[in-house]
């Protein structure tokens, strides 16, 4: 890590698609005079059913990509990515770098009272414990369940927020969660915060939703005020989205996910 880093440069957030700007609407919101520069990989999403290998190797490309941009801080937005590949990230990045399931994780923490934990995800996020991983990390007596829901992403992508589809996958998601107990649910995917009313409503108003995009901005706050990396500058930020490919429908489902207009989208080829 070098300490040298530049506060008025932007922040590199990336995932393997549109929806990690679930979390740049979070940073936006809370750092409203940030630049960023996002990374989506919309020619090779979905990540989340990939190996290990594949995602580490796109993981790596990204990464170098946004680090040429001189970026002072980089966030792994996307679950699938943080799950198996953040210390390949960490281990080539000079600048510091977060990432969305050790920011769930942290959350969940502090919002759970009865230490029963559920985690919902891609096949391959929940399939690599990294979840458990990071929680126990903090506190060995957690009772974690997981669920991959591998049927959320498309159906998120597809508009249906509020769809009896929607809502029967997410029951029968969440019926074996739910069964134990758990007070606390980490939305452990970039397109989950979009399904927050709904997962709501199912897993009752006891359960407290973690959404992993608005932990991962406190965390990316925390971590400029800590190293003094706010920019100085309160002009209008600006905001760059580099993207592999511009599939069908990919302005009106981006601009769902960050919730305003989406503006400076850059075609990179490979
Ligand atoms: N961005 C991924 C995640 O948060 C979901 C989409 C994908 O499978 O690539 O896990």
């Known amino acids: 890590m070098i300490d040298d880093l530049d506060p008025s440069s932007p922040i590199g957030v990336f995932d393997s698609g549109v929806g990690g700007l679930t979390v740049v609407r979070a940073l936006m919101e809370r750092l409203p005079f940030e630049h960023i520069h996002y990374f989506g990989d919309t020619a090779?999403?979905?990540?989340?059913?990939?190996?290990?290998?594949?995602?580490?190797?796109?993981t790596t490309q990204i990464a170098e990509f946004l680090l040429e941009k001189r970026v002072k801080l980089l966030i792994i937005a996307c679950n699938t990515m943080a799950?198996?590949?953040?210390?390949?990230?960490?281990?080539?990045?000079?600048?510091?770098?977060?990432?969305?399931?050790?920011?769930?994780?942290?959350?969940?923490?502090?919002?759970?009272?009865?230490?029963?934990?559920?985690?919902?995800?891609?096949?391959?996020?929940?399939?690599?414990?990294?979840?458990?991983?990071?929680?126990?990390?903090?506190?060995?007596?957690?009772?974690l369940h997981s669920q991959a829901c591998a049927l959320f992403v498309p159906l998120v992508e597809e508009g249906w927020l509020d769809h009896p589809v929607t809502r029967l996958t997410a029951q029968d998601y969440l019926r074996p969660v739910l069964a134990e107990r758990v007070d606390t649910l980490v939305l452990g995917c970039t397109h989950y915060p979009l399904l927050k009313?709904?997962?709501?409503?199912?897993?009752?108003?006891?359960?407290?939703?973690?959404d992993s995009a608005e932990a991962m901005a406190e965390q990316a706050a925390a971590l400029l005020a800590e190293r003094q990396l706010h920019n100085p500058a309160r002009g209008r930020p600006?905001?760059?989205?580099?993207?592999?490919?511009?599939?069908?429908?990919?302005?009106?489902?981006?601009?769902?996910?960050?919730?305003?207009?989406?503006?400076?989208?850059?075609?990179?080829?490979?």
């Open 44 to 58: 090779r999403v979905p990540y989340g059913i990939k190996s290990v290998e594949t995602i580490s190797h796109y």
């Open 83 to 143: 799950a198996v590949a953040a210390g390949v990230v960490r281990d080539l990045s000079p600048a510091p770098v977060l990432d969305v399931i050790e920011a769930g994780a942290t959350s969940a923490l502090a919002a759970t009272r009865s230490k029963r934990i559920g985690v919902i995800g891609t096949p391959t996020t929940i399939n690599s414990n990294a979840y458990a991983l990071a929680i126990h990390r903090h506190d060995p007596e957690v009772r």
């Open 197 to 210: 009313p709904l997962l709501q409503e199912v897993a009752g108003p006891e359960v407290t939703l973690v």
């Open 238 to 270: 600006d905001y760059h989205f580099w993207v592999t490919d511009v599939p069908l429908r990919f302005q009106t489902i981006g601009e769902r996910f960050l919730g305003r207009t989406l503006n400076n989208v850059h075609v990179v080829k490979w």
